[in-house]
């Protein structure tokens, strides 16, 4: 009775170490953006924030996959190379063969067959970061760093170096255009709001979602708590590879092209917005919505310096800014907070 | 001891505050120079708290404290070091990747232009290693230690760090008789030289035997300092404790005709040599050894959390070979060290409890907010964890509320059988009888339950039949009654039968 008395009390009172640091996440970005908008013309504008999500839905999309490794205690840079992968996967699988030259012919596949055939391309390279990091027990960051280099290197040799883009079935650029209701926004911009929606359930209300922060808390009493550690981390490699492999499908389907360099750098960024937003890099603790907050400061931040007619070589040194800043300001707020 | 001694260490007014909790409250009084300054009181009753503002890791609210007649305000713990207090944690700071050699020194390593060089210090610390525990090899690597042999490597640590003033909190939660008696020759020892020790403990015994003063600490407020010699005793103080009486003795129970649940036959480790037993439905056993004897090896055999050979069936049936199995069989453990092994220290309360049972807390896959704060919210009230919410992270748990967590994760499983590895650790008196209370009922709704434990007080408490152990071998079984003979229980397990046989 006083017991609960006193934890209602207490909850009125204190928030969670977690609802604190996306709050923070969440002005900060709000107050990055009316900053934003003081310097930059025409920035304070109802359709640019609009663009700031649609512009990232596909690195907000990795970012779900990368936000539940790192929240496990690992990591996923592999997947900038599979939407390279998957994409190229899903391009020469659909060309007709017999083309004019190498780069022209392919599998002939219907288009529907030619993405789901990719889409296992992309879970195979899930299944091995899975099998060296939960078998063999190597560190993620080296797994995933060479199975990053792997997905791209295939994608590389199918290409030759280049892209794909002819001889497709005219469906094949279906799903990467269609429009919703005569507006601007595109299919793969509301399937990531939906796994954004999805992935918040997930973190939140599911077992499937508990286990995932009791084993990066702490991966010892996990296992001693009766949690299948192993299951687990694989169960996540292969849906961060599945969403990976869904981005480079709906990526080439917009194009109508597979090209190897696609997604370059993308799992930097994917590991940056999950930072920006909180997640803490020893495992355990982070938010997807945090993750989302953090892909819009970052979004923000490039825009703005694009706005301020800043050269595009200004990006790097931007977000390495921006990250830098982030992380101390988190670490510095919780101190303070509990001190 | 002379007549007038100085004051070693004095607190005035000492304060401090966390968000919503006062952990120290107004607290004022003087330690004397040369002294074993015992500290008692409650979980969560602010000693650790005390502990962490004279080293420097906490800084207080306010007021003020005095070492050797100077103020003291560390603001680590090296300064505290500088200003002449040592101070062993109650939570393990060994670093596992280095040798035994290298953490005994650590952050007192002596250097020269930048170089380390041997000094003095390694060769005091090292000896004082071998007075307490021989058979630790100051070249092998911590990770290979057990829990209580990295507990006396911290112990030989502080104990040779030179200072005039050694703090520990709970030097001796895990280790049993002999260490005991090994270490508080190293304390007298230090006292004959002067040194002030203060001394924390919830086993009273242990303050009686080698105190000089007691403080006592009631929610974070100053009760009462002075001489062991004026309490009259263990039931006094205890009272001074928590404000009441408790007592506790073995009741013998009634489970002659009950059939075996567990049967373990030939188990061997690299430790175990051979064990087999077997423990019967509703049973409390206990197994007792010292330090390294093989308690926790069996815990973790019968588990599932080591590799073992030997046949280990649990209601007829081989358990599968890992911890996930042993649940799902029906057995739960209470792992040796809470916080390494047992706590998720960034979460909460109300979501470390129910880790062990997921289908109490879920339908399908999806989590049940109210079922779970219910389940934390009846461990909170049952077991008394001293916290402000359910909410709290358990890292601000103090150390006994924290043990009363990992203890409550594996009531919540509703196991068969119990593994207890010195499932109250820490855990103040009053609410140690609360616990023996809670295992006594299991057992009398039919569970079974081992308790693995250094103490004996607590094996000779609440387990109907006891198993002897020394280095890895089931030395004998006895059944617990008025008659048991503690000097010959003592005497097998320091290996005293072993050598009455040759
Ligand atoms: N970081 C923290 N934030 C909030 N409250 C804390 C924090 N650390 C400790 N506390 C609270 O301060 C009080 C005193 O804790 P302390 O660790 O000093 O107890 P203790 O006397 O050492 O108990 P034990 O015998 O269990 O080790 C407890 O109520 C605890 O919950
Ligand atoms: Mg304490």
């Known amino acids: ?339 | 001891m002379t007549q007038q001694q100085s004051s070693a260490l004095s607190v005035e007014g000492l304060t401090k505050d966390y968000p919503g909790v006062r952990a120290v409250d107004n607290v004022s009084f003087t330690i004397k120079q040369g002294a074993i300054h015992c500290l008692v009181g409650e979980n969560g009753a602010g000693k650790s708290t005390l502990v962490k503002m004279l080293t420097g890791v906490l800084q207080p609210t306010s007021g003020s404290i005095t070492v050797a007649g100077r103020r003291h305000c560390p603001r680590n713990p090296q300064e505290a070091r500088d200003g002449g207090i040592a101070t062993l944690f109650q939570e393990l700071h060994v670093v596992d990747e280095l040798t035994v050699k290298e953490n005994l020194t650590l952050g007192m390593e002596a250097s020269r232009f930048g170089f380390l060089v041997n000094s003095k210090t390694d060769e005091v610390a090292i000896e004082t290693l071998a007075t307490i525990e021989p058979s630790i090899d100051p070249e092998a690597r911590v990770a290979s230690l057990s829990v209580a042999q990295k507990q006396i490597l911290e112990i030989s640590r502080a104990a040779s760090s030179g200072a005039s003033v050694i703090i520990m909190d709970e030097p001796t939660a895990a280790l049993s008789e002999r260490e005991v008696e090994r270490l508080f020759a190293v304390i007298r020892r230090l006292r004959d030289a002067n040194v002030t020790v203060v001394y924390i403990s919830h086993k009273l015994d242990e303050i009686f035997e080698l105190g000089d003063d007691v403080t006592v600490f009631r929610d974070g407020k100053h009760i009462v300092t002075k001489p062991l010699d004026e309490v009259d005793g263990r039931q006094q103080l205890i009272e001074l404790m928590i404000g009441r009486t408790v007592f506790q003795q073995y009741e013998p129970r009634d489970i002659a005709d009950a059939e075996p649940i567990l049967q373990v036959e030939h188990l061997k480790t690299s430790l175990l040599k051979d064990v087999s037993f077997h423990v019967n439905k509703g049973e409390v056993v206990g197994f007792y050894g010292l330090v390294g004897a093989g308690k926790t090896e069996i815990a973790r055999a019968i588990y599932g959390a080591d590799k073992f050979s030997g046949s280990v069936r649990f209601n007829g049936k081989e358990i599968g070979p890992t911890p996930h199995d042993a649940i799902a069989a029906g057995i739960a453990l209470v792992p040796e060290e809470r916080r390494t092994q047992g706590l998720f220290t960034n979460l909460t309360i109300r979501e470390n409890v129910p880790v062990m049972n997921l289908e109490k807390i879920s339908t399908t896959g999806m989590l049940s907010p109210s079922r779970e704060r219910q389940a934390a919210e009846h461990f909170v009230a049952q077991l008394g964890i001293a916290t402000s919410s359910i909410e709290k992270h358990t890292e601000k748990l103090s150390g006994g509320n924290q043990q009363k967590v990992v203890l409550a994760k594996c009531l919540f499983a509703e196991a068969d059988l119990l593994l207890l590895d010195e499932p109250t650790r820490g855990v103040d008196v009053g609410a140690k009888t609360e616990i023996y209370d809670v295992i006594k009922a299991l057992a009398n709704e039919g569970k079974s339950i081992c308790v693995f434990s250094t103490e004996l007080e607590e094996i000779l408490g609440i387990c109907d039949r006891i198993i002897l152990l020394y280095e890895g071998m089931l030395e004998e079984e006895l059944l617990n009654g008025e008659d048991v003979d503690i000097a010959h229980i003592l005497n097998v397990v320091t290996g005293g039968a072993e050598h009455k046989g040759q």
């Open chain 1, 1 to 339: 009775m006083s017991v609960q008395l006193k934890a209602k009390m207490a909850k009125g009172l204190k928030m969670s170490d977690e609802a604190f640091i996306t709050l923070l996440v969440v002005s900060a970005a709000v107050f990055i953006f009316l900053f934003a908008s003081l310097l930059v013309p025409n920035f304070f504008q109802f359709q640019n924030v609009v663009n700031l999500v649609t512009n990232n839905w596909a690195v907000i999309s990795l970012g779900v996959g990368v936000t539940f490794l790192l929240v496990s205690g690992n990591f996923d840079l592999s997947v900038g190379g599979i939407v390279a992968l998957s994409g190229v996967l899903a391009v020469w699988f659909a060309q007709a063969p017999g083309g004019a030259n190498a780069l022209a012919s392919g599998f002939g596949m219907p288009t529907w067959m030619a993405m789901l055939f990719a889409l296992f391309g992309a879970l195979a390279i899930g299944g091995l970061n899975a099998l060296f990091v939960v078998r063999f027990k190597i560190p993620s960051i080296i797994v995933t760093l060479g199975t990053m280099l792997v997905a791209r290197g295939i994608a590389q040799v199918i290409t030759h170096g280049s892209q794909r883009n002819t001889n497709l079935p005219d469906n094949f650029g279906f799903l990467g255009n269609i429009y919703l209701f005569g507006t601007s926004i595109k299919l793969p911009v509301v399937l990531m709001l939906v796994l954004v929606c999805v992935a918040v359930v997930i973190e939140k209300r599911t077992i499937f979602g508990r286990l995932t922060f009791w084993i990066g808390a702490n991966p010892v009493a996990a296992r001693l708590s009766g949690i299948k550690n192993a299951r687990h981390q694989t169960h996540l490699y292969l849906f961060s590879a599945a969403i990976a492999g869904m981005v480079g499908i709906l990526l080439a389907s917009e194009f109508k092209s597979g090209f190897s360099s696609r997604g370059m750098l993308m799992e930097f960024d994917a590991l940056v917005i999950a930072l920006l937003g909180g997640v803490a890099i020893a495992g355990g603790f982070g938010s997807v919505v945090g993750m989302f907050f953090g892909a819009l400061i970052l979004a923000t931040v490039t825009s703005a310096a694009t706005g301020l007619v800043l050269s595009p070589d200004w990006q790097y040194i931007l977000k390495a800014i921006a990250v830098f800043l982030a992380i101390v300001a988190q670490t510095w707020a919780l101190t303070l907070k509990n001190r």
